[in-house]
């Protein structure tokens, strides 16, 4: 399929009917624009010349007509053209959206994010206006062209010889200009990718950026991405301006040459005057048209490049894709089992953060995960719920293969909280309500009991109705923790991951928490990644992660005693040496 094919497939049939209704009105504006100067001659040469009044007054008549209708069809067809290039950059964002949606996070990871914002703005906005002018001023240029010409010709062929010399010129002109604009458009595009990644990661961080005083470091490294955007610019504008007076040049170069010879052919007895002055009108519309397709070749050298990214986001082919067994249905317990598992985030055994890694975890089992900074913690409970698919190997759910679950029942079984605990704007009923969007007041209510945020939520006058700002803005660190838990409980999983989801709050209120989500929900599998040995080391069992391997697994007591990756995270939490002396003593 080709490019324009991918962007249009999908449009809605009401937004297809009128972009084929605008070239109808186009067609009809430039036909009656045409016939007009024709009728201005007829009214000099017929009736002005020989001084006959009823015939002008006809004459006028019929072309005070086509001017209204034409007036009417050019206000018809900007019309439905706007509703038509709507619909389309309507249509088209709704499937780039959709098309992220679908993404996993490796195809994220391939895109910044400051790059999709781009192309589902800027972009979509760049195809938009070219859509409008494809629809609207690619038919009327080239039929009011066409016309004009052969009413010129039709009018004084000799005269009309003058298009031929104008005509390749200014056609050698634009595509001259069209090829090398093309690469500096698509230049100026990745500027505006950097330039709104600088804009997120400040306005996301802001509380940070304060906190640091880096104000002023922030609002130079936004002055250096906007130059780079305006040079950018400036490079590209400054190959295309040169259409402009070019095309003015040849413009009154014609006029001039008509003039010229037309006026010698009415002092000859060869044309008369109202042919001049109508084919004056033929020349006016035929550069304007060029006028109008350079304007045209300007914009679609622009939305090339725009075309290009939209299309390599239809075309990215999501990395975890449905392949579900007929019998695989929903998660029917919390068991997993990883076989053999290697993991590598660029797809080469070479590259692998995770190395054979195997377990079995039970249903109902609390499993602790411990490492240092950059184990693969966070990677290894990505693979359950599919977040990412492994290289090598394969994890199990309920005793089915995750990669032959479909995806919505895999993850309706699973709860993810993240570490980084993302809060949307609306009510906190609402963000909780993601858990389970039919959950009662009570459901609700326990859930966050369990999550030890009832407490806090009826310290708001307004309670569970109370408004958040975007990302929960208005939340402690702690807070957001906390609701994130009980969004997650809300979805009785069978598998419930927290994923250092309490490092923000108290060793009493994570403790609260632990017990909460043990009488809670006894049989869900609970899978607790932390830096805290405090966090973990109630569960039933404990795996040590080291450099993508399980290096130790087993009770609290069992790692103390043959682990000793554990005995240095303990030890150095506790505030002793690996000696066991007391730092200082």
Request: proline letters at 2%; glycine letters at 8%.
């Amino acid at each position: 399929m080709s490019s324009l094919g991918k962007i249009t497939y999908g449009m809605e049939k009401k937004f297809v009917f009128f972009t084929f209704l605008t070239p109808v009105f186009m067609i009809g504006e430039v036909f009656l624009e045409t016939v007009i100067p024709y009728l201005m001659s007829l009214i000099i040469d017929g009736g002005i010349q020989n001084r006959d009044v009823p015939y002008v007054l006809r004459t006028g008549m019929l072309m005070v007509l086509c001017a209204f209708v034409s007036l009417l069809c050019g206000a018809g067809g900007a019309c439905t053209g706007a509703y038509a290039s709507q619909g389309f950059s309507r249509s088209l964002r709704k499937r780039l959206f959709s098309k992220v949606q679908d993404f996993s996070f490796s195809n994220i990871d391939s895109f910044s994010t400051g790059s999709l914002v781009t192309r589902l703005t800027t972009d979509v906005a760049n195809v938009q206006n070219v859509y409008q002018l494809l629809i609207r001023i690619c038919f009327r240029a080239p039929f009011m062209l066409v016309g004009g010409t052969a009413m010129a010709f039709m009018i004084n062929s000799r005269l009309a010889i003058v298009f031929l010399v104008a005509l390749p010129l200014l056609a050698c002109v634009i595509a001259f200009v069209s090829a090398l604009a093309y690469s500096r458009f698509a230049k100026m595009l990745e500027h505006y990718d950097s330039l709104n990644t600088v804009v997120q990661e400040n306005l996301i961080a802001i509380r940070v950026v304060k906190a640091f005083v880096r104000g002023d470091y922030e609002c130079e490294k936004f002055a250096s991405s906007a130059d780079a955007v305006r040079n950018a610019q400036v490079r590209a504008e400054r190959l295309v301006i040169v259409l402009m007076p070019v095309m003015q040049a040849v413009v009154y170069a014609c006029i001039i040459s008509v003039f010229w010879f037309g006026g010698r052919m009415i002092a000859f007895g060869s044309m008369k005057a109202g042919e001049l002055v109508s084919f004056l009108s033929y020349v006016a519309q035929i550069l304007m048209s060029l006028m109008m397709l350079g304007m045209i070749f300007v914009n679609v050298v622009l939305s090339r490049a725009s075309v290009r990214r939209i299309v390599e986001v239809l075309d990215e082919k999501p990395s975890v894709r449905e392949k579900p067994q007929e019998n695989a249905g929903a998660v029917k317990d919390g068991s997993i089992d990883f076989e053999n598992v290697c993991f590598s985030y660029s797809g080469q055994a070479e590259n692998c953060v995770l190395e054979d890694v195997s377990f079995h975890i039970d249903s109902g089992e609390t499993i602790g995960i411990i490492g240092g900074t950059g184990s693969s913690k966070t990677t290894l409970v990505s693979l359950i719920p599919r977040l990412y698919d492994v290289h090598k190997g394969s994890v199990k759910v309920s005793g089915v293969d995750v990669r032959d679950y479909p995806l919505s029942a895999l993850r309706d079984g699973i709860s993810v909280v993240l570490q980084k605990n993302m809060l949307f704007s609306g009510t906190i009923r609402e963000n909780l309500l993601w858990g389970n969007e039919h959950a009662s007041d009570e459901e609700i209510v326990n859930a966050c009991r369990a999550g030890d945020a009832d407490s806090f939520i009826q310290g708001f006058s307004a309670g569970y109705d109370t408004m958040l700002e975007p990302g929960g803005a208005n939340l402690s660190g702690g807070q957001k923790q906390r609701l994130c838990i009980a969004r997650s409980l809300l979805k009785n999983p069978r598998i419930l991951i927290l994923d250092d989801s309490t490092s923000a709050v108290d060793t009493a209120t994570e403790s609260r928490i632990r017990t909460a989500l043990a009488e809670l929900h006894p049989e869900t599998t609970k899978i607790i990644i932390a830096h805290r040995i405090s966090s973990v080391k109630d569960a039933d069992r404990i795996f040590v992660l080291d450099e993508g391997r399980i290096v130790g697994s087993g009770s609290h007591q069992e790692l103390l005693k043959n682990c000793r990756v554990y005995q240095e995270v303990y030890e150095s939490q506790k505030g002793l040496c690996p000696d066991g002396q007391k730092e200082g003593v």
